[in-house]
């Protein structure tokens, strides 16, 4: 699958809304607020981010043609640092004793610091994929960002559709693998 519409095909018919909403989504009409830059770089920090590696590569194909490396990276880089602050931060925030939030974290966050692309950018990168991971304070704070670098709630939400339509993509077609492989096997 190499094409958005080989993705989309390969979809089984109980999700044909996500089929939709795909095209729907990584196009500029429908992400107000970004660029197309944008669009593919949260596209695949959400892949990425998915914990579907056959998905991943076949996204990470289909954005090299809209991203350069280094925001190639950064969407790999957003997935992989928020991969653990989510879970980190969202312990903080759930376990109800304030004296956690006063600790020093002590895990290395450089890349935030210095991501390779513009600081909004990586910070909607970090936005979407703590929506996936469902880390309020890490939602809240990357959203904040956000905003504070000039972009609008438009662009938030058309960020956050992006991740979520991905995401749920990658795992209707993670979850449909193995269904196709048992019939084939049955099938031969």
């Known amino acids: 699958m190499n094409t958005l519409d080989a993705i989309r095909d390969a979809l089984p018919d109980y999700a044909r809304d996500l089929r939709l909403n795909l095209s729907s989504v990584l196009a500029a009409p429908g992400a107000p607020g970004l660029t197309d830059t944008q669009i593919w770089a949260v596209a695949l920090a959400a892949a990425a981010a998915s914990g579907n590696p056959r998905f991943t590569a076949e996204m990470e194909t289909l954005a090299a043609v ?10 790999h880089a957003a997935a992989a640092i928020m991969g653990m602050n989510n879970v980190y931060y969202r312990f903080v925030h759930l376990v109800e ?30 936005l979407a994929v703590s929506a996936i991971n469902g880390c309020g304070a890490c939602v809240a704070s990357h959203e904040r960002q956000v905003r504070q670098q000039g972009m609008g709630r438009e662009a938030v939400q058309s960020a956050v ?10 795992r209707v077609l993670k979850n449909a693998q193995p269904a196709d492989a048992a019939r084939e096997a049955r099938a031969a």
Request: aromatic residues 4%; neutral net charge; without cysteine.
């Open 66 to 75: 809209h991203l350069d490396a280094a925001h190639r990276q950064a969407a």
């Open 97 to 126: 004793d304030a004296e956690y939030a006063t600790l020093p974290a002590r895990l290395r966050m450089n890349v935030i610091g210095n991501p390779g692309i513009a600081r909004a950018d990586f910070e909607l990168l970090s």
């Open 161 to 170: 559709r992006i991740a979520a339509t991905v995401h749920a993509v990658a």
